[in-house]
């Protein structure tokens, strides 16, 4: 009898300890998809603002920055507790290698910003076939999902126009230029173009949230993310 009540003691005490793992497991995931999550906004939204000026007037420096990025994060990916930070920051990298190489050199010619900020995409590739470095490349092509949006935005509306001039002037005389691209970004073509953008954006963004994967949270991030590097950016063009 007390062989059998001890017996059915430690079975529920089993069970419970295996339902407390199972929680605990799951929350840690929970925490961890999020975390992926805000560091994948924080990395598309806030080195923007960095690297643009930075890149404008000292691009090598910018080109430079990428073998520091590259460094940490491969010190980050040889250990298994920090591997999957330096994954996404490998997907950083190359956003900020293939930024930095247009927004350098080539900022002129908006007909040269999508090919050049894609130049990564067979290696990318290369890796997704080979199951390496999910999180980084998903992290790198929801930022370039989110830049194809855009430009396809700026195409639509007519302001590529305005893009060439301003590459060309001087901060002083942007002014005009601002300023008459704000105007064809309040027609009602420009407001109907932005409400999609944003809506396919939305939908990109929120869809692989589902996904209990870090990657897709990755990707998630940096959709996401587009929206709100494009609404700064288009609050600081009103400003002006």
């Known amino acids: ?22 929680f605990f497991l799951g929350k840690l995931q929970f925490s961890k998809t999020w975390l992926v999550f805000g560091a994948a906004v924080f990395l598309v939204t806030v080195p923007v603002f960095f690297q643009a000026p930075l890149v404008r007037q000292l691009p090598v420096v910018s080109l430079t920055m990428t073998v520091g990025w590259l460094a940490i994060a491969l010190k980050l990916l040889k250990n298994p507790s920090t ?3 330096g994954d996404l920051l490998l997907g950083f990298s190359f956003s900020w290698l293939t930024g930095g190489i247009y927004w350098g050199w080539l900022r002129w010619e908006p007909l040269w910003h999508l090919p050049v900020e894609a130049a990564l995409v067979p290696l990318t590739i290369w890796c997704l076939r080979r199951d390496w470095g999910k999180v980084g490349n998903w992290f790198y092509l ?3 999902f989110g830049t194809a949006l855009t430009d396809g935005y700026f195409y639509l509306t007519g302001l590529i126009p305005h893009w060439r001039q301003l590459m060309q002037v001087e901060s002083a005389l942007a002014l005009p230029i601002f300023q008459s691209a704000i105007a064809a970004v309040r027609t009602p073509w420009g407001i109907s173009c932005a409400v999609s953008l944003v809506a396919v ?3 990109a963004g929120i869809l692989p949230l589902h996904s209990s994967k870090p990657h897709w949270w990755a990707f998630s991030g940096a959709v996401l993310g587009t929206i709100l590097v494009d609404s ?4 600081a063009a009103a400003a002006n």
């Open 83 to 85: 591997w999957l930070w």
């Open 142 to 144: 929801g930022s370039l």
């Open 1 to 22: 009898m007390f062989n059998e009540t001890l017996s059915r003691f430690t079975s529920t005490a089993d069970d419970r300890d295996r339902h407390f793992s199972k």
């Open 201 to 203: 954006l939305l939908i």
């Open 232 to 235: 700064l950016f288009l609050l």
